[in-house]
């Protein structure tokens, strides 16, 4: 049974930063792109950062670029985001999943992390 369990997620100040996680379970994670989605009340779901299987390899939306960093440990099977100079634009919560050959969202989302970004 696939799992995806994000976590790291909080309040943070406009300028700050937060460090996210996605441990993932039931599926051969090293074999996979890896994403972070996120979605703010009343929005769709957008992808905001993938990476390759075997690391290295990355791609960020335009509105994070510069300000994200996704990274995975395939021994941990995990995927990170760091995030750095935090807007309030940037609230939402916070999904990770793994993402097929066509870059579509193969597995059933997790509860996903909360992620607000206010003074």
């Known amino acids: 049974q696939v799992q995806l369990v994000e976590s790291g997620g909080g309040l943070v100040q406009p300028g700050g930063s937060l460090s996210l996680s996605c441990a993932a379970s039931?599926?051969?994670?090293?074999?996979?792109?890896m994403s972070w989605y996120r979605q703010a009340t009343g929005k769709e779901r957008e992808l905001v950062a993938m990476?390759?299987?075997?690391?290295?390899?990355?791609n960020y939306a335009d509105s994070v670029k510069g300000r994200f960093t996704i990274s995975r440990d395939n021994a941990k099977n995990t995927v990170y985001l760091h995030m750095n100079s935090l807007k309030s634009g940037d609230t939402a919560v916070y999904y990770c999943n793994a993402l097929s050959s066509a870059y579509v969202p193969i597995f059933d989302w997790g509860q996903g992390t909360q992620v607000t970004v206010s003074s």
């Open positions: 990476i390759i299987s075997a690391g290295g390899r990355t």
């Open positions: 039931g599926f051969t994670f090293s074999n996979y792109r």
